[in-house]
DNA sequence: CGTTACGGTGACGTACGCGTCAAGAAGTCT
DNA sequence: AGACTTCTTGACGCGTACGTCACCGTAACG
């Protein structure tokens, strides 16, 4: 027993106090993946529980990054671009030689957004209008064969 | 030569009349994808190319379903998932049974795509607020180790 | 003390969306 | 009649994003 505060958890989500580390079940639970997923992202570099003993620890951070991840992934992202828009989101002081270029990489990721999210509002008014239409020819073949 | 006014096609591209059929490298060139690619489409039920002989020539109809097919990638839709929905946009007067089941399925990528779209406002938005802090930064940069 | 529960590390398997040969038919040029 | 190009059908390969399985450690329960 190396560290009661943390060992001493029950398995029962009592409030999660912004700060708290999570276990990779808790966390599974939190944002209903499996852990084999986390330990993929980890793997890939998108994550970074610390470590107690063996076992991982998710901090605040790391639930901030899934959730970035996860709404990405909705996006149609790759987890690669996602992983270079979170080192984006969480630069420091350094990598100024790198700055550059990830700024280029975001503003056409940026410009890429805009053109989904205009041909997705377009896609969602064609498909409404399809769906009204499929309406009314079911109701049509009600009226037409009526039991 | 079983068809001279199909088979008298010339390389060049000549308007393209709203009817007319083309061929898989015309098609390729005007969706910018490859041969492969539109194979893949077809063996999955996505396209319905007519056969002249071995070749394949797409319709007005492959054209307009291959453009819903990309704009539908570009969402994030599978090929799976696409090819239900031009099912339901090209439906005649028969699967009376399916089509309610259909507008089940699309009313609820409706909804998705609706959540998709706010978020995506959103993390627009968001991103936004990221590459003017992250200009900030370089600027900072710039001005600290002037050359 | 055994068992049950949770967690860990490989390592292999899988579905999707094509890429990439290989080998042959069919028309076109010279 | 070659040579060339375009098209065809397999069939295998590959990167992504995990699922799944085998096997091991460890801590807690009764």
Known sequence: MICPCITLRKHGAESMTEDEVLTIREMCDAFNVTPRTLRFYESKELLFP?????????????????????????????????????????MGDQ?????HETIKVAQQRM?????????LGQAISELAEQISWAEKQLDKARHTDAA
Chains 1, 2 share one sequence.
């Open 95 to 99: 990598q100024k030689t790198q700055l």
């Open 111 to 119: 410009s890429e957004m805009s053109r989904q999210r205009d041909e």
């Open 50 to 90: 610390i470590r107690e003993g063996q076992k991982r620890l998710f901090t605040r951070r790391d639930r901030a990054r899934l959730k970035l991840i996860l709404r990405g992934k909705r996006f149609g992202f790759s987890l690669e671009d996602i992983r270079q828009l979170l080192d984006l989101y969480e």
